[in-house]
């Protein structure tokens, strides 16, 4: 299948997140062993406005890659283990980005991160242009549920509730 193109990915990140659902992520590893794994589950994270959003208080050196036009990736750790695996979506200087929280039986972001071996390196890297990790076309998933995301607390109550998770269902 195709990789997917920079159009697909500079949309708003509600409008992509049910259409990454059943994805094929695809790493290549320094090794040239491959994983190819099917995206299953996906968390949007929306401009400076969403309190759980990086960007919400605006733009800065950790949050500068959501800044930037669709199709490339924003990476960053969390409690000094974990590199979470996040695409950026929409036009350039609008910070939205899709937290991959679950792929074919590995559940979890930092589990994702762990098993395509991220690091800071993968940080703004191009899905469209990489050699080393991209997104490829798959047919549409036609049954998903949406939840409220995980891990929020400290969001206001508007942003902890609202269902921005998107997770296959059958």
Known sequence: MARLSYDFFQQDALDIAPLLLGKKLVRVFENGTRCASIISEVEVYRGEEDTACHACKGRTKRT??????????????????????????????????????????TY??????KLVQLDKSF????LVLSPRIWVEDMPEV???ITLPR??????TEKYRTIPWRFVISK
């Open 64 to 105: 500068d890659t959501m800044y930037y036009a669709g199709g490339v990736l924003y990476v960053y750790l969390i409690y000094g283990m974990y590199w979470m695996l996040n695409i950026v979506t929409g036009k350039a200087d609008n910070p939205q980005a899709l937290l991959i929280r679950g792929v074919d039986g």
């Open 108 to 113: 979890g972001p930092g589990k994702v991160g």
């Open 123 to 126: 940080d703004a890297e191009d």
């Open 142 to 144: 036609k049954h998903y």
């Open 150 to 155: 995980v891990g929020i607390d400290y969001a």
